[in-house]
């Protein structure tokens, strides 16, 4: 079992595995070593044992790296959907076992039930279980990359509104220790109306007896506004407003917030 790359992440998933037992090679631009583990000074060295795990920054990093020499490639470094469907394809054209995954955690809950990996394709390999909570999405290799950045799209989307927020409410001198406990509630709330928002938008029917989006263009205006009084930065709710506003302009300003999927879908 070897693993390319001894970053953050790559480090982690190195020191699982042999935590777990396995006999474990590590390879690393920069000569690093693990405990535990044996280093070697080039990836072909590494291709050797039956399983490669990669988790490099990037795909174009990655890329030159490959070789048909490797026997199974359990690819976890992150890329797009195109980037997984193209090395998903090297590899069968090269006859090389492909797992394409990726990690929904830190790499300090590497090991634990709270790192999932989410993985596509028509492959799997145990050695997933050694790093957390293996979730199979389907047999199109691109599936795991798509999950990934729609879900770390989520995650950002909510962090910036965080700061957001954060930066609004400290101009009054509230403290986050304060402010957060609402917050987490609120995304608690918030994320109760995300079934009906989904249906809405694969029906794309999008009545409503909640929220109209005309309300909600309304108050997108105010946040700007406050945070303009302020003298914020207005890039996150200018954005959100525009938006939202292209979708009511277009006839959808009794619809529920769903409808903004049209204006993205464009
Ligand atoms: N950290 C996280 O929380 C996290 C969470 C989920 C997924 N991931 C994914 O895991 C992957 C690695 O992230 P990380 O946090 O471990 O990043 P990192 O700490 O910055 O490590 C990057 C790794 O890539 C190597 N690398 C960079 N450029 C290279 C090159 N030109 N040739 C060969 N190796 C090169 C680095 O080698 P050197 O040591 O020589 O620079 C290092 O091993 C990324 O795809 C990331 O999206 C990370």
Not at 6 to 32: C, F, H, I, Q
Not at 64 to 75: A, D, E
């Amino acid at each position: 079992m070897s693993v390319l790359g001894l970053g953050r992440m790559g480090s982690a998933l190195a020191t699982a595995l042999v935590g777990e037992g396995y006999d474990v090679t590590v390879w690393n631009r920069t000569p690093k070593t693990l405990p535990g583990a044996r280093s070697v000074a080039t990836p072909e060295e590494a291709f050797e044992t039956d399983v490669v795990v990669t988790c490099l920054s990037t795909y174009e990093v990655q890329q030159p790296l490959l070789s048909k020499n490797i026997k199974t490639l359990v690819n976890l470094t992150s890329g797009t959907p195109e980037q997984a469907r193209a090395t998903a394809e090297w590899a069968r054209q090269h006859g090389v076992e492909y797992v394409d995954g990726v990690i929904m955690a830190v790499p300090q809950q590497i090991g634990t039930e709270q790192a999932r990996i989410l993985y596509s394709g028509q492959s799997t390999h145990h050695v997933l279980d050694a790093f957390g909570e293996p979730v199979h999405l389907g047999e199109d290799a691109r599936l795991a990359a798509l999950y990934d950045l729609a879900l770390l799209g989520i995650m950002w989307s909510v962090f910036g509104g965080y700061l957001q927020a954060q930066a609004l409410v400290q101009t009054a001198g509230v403290t986050p220790q304060q402010f957060t406990p609402l917050a987490t509630d609120w995304l608690a709330t918030v994320g109760t109306f995300l079934p009906e928002m989904g249906e809405q938008t694969a029906h794309r029917n999008y009545e409503t007896e909640v929220s109209a989006l005309d309300i909600n263009v309304e108050g997108l205006r105010l946040l700007t506004r406050a945070n303009e009084e302020q003298g914020l930065d207005v890039t996150v709710p200018q954005a959100l407003h525009g938006l939202f506003q292209r979708a009511q302009s277009n006839g959808h300003g009794a619809h529920s917030i769903a409808s903004v999927i049209e204006e993205i879908r464009k």
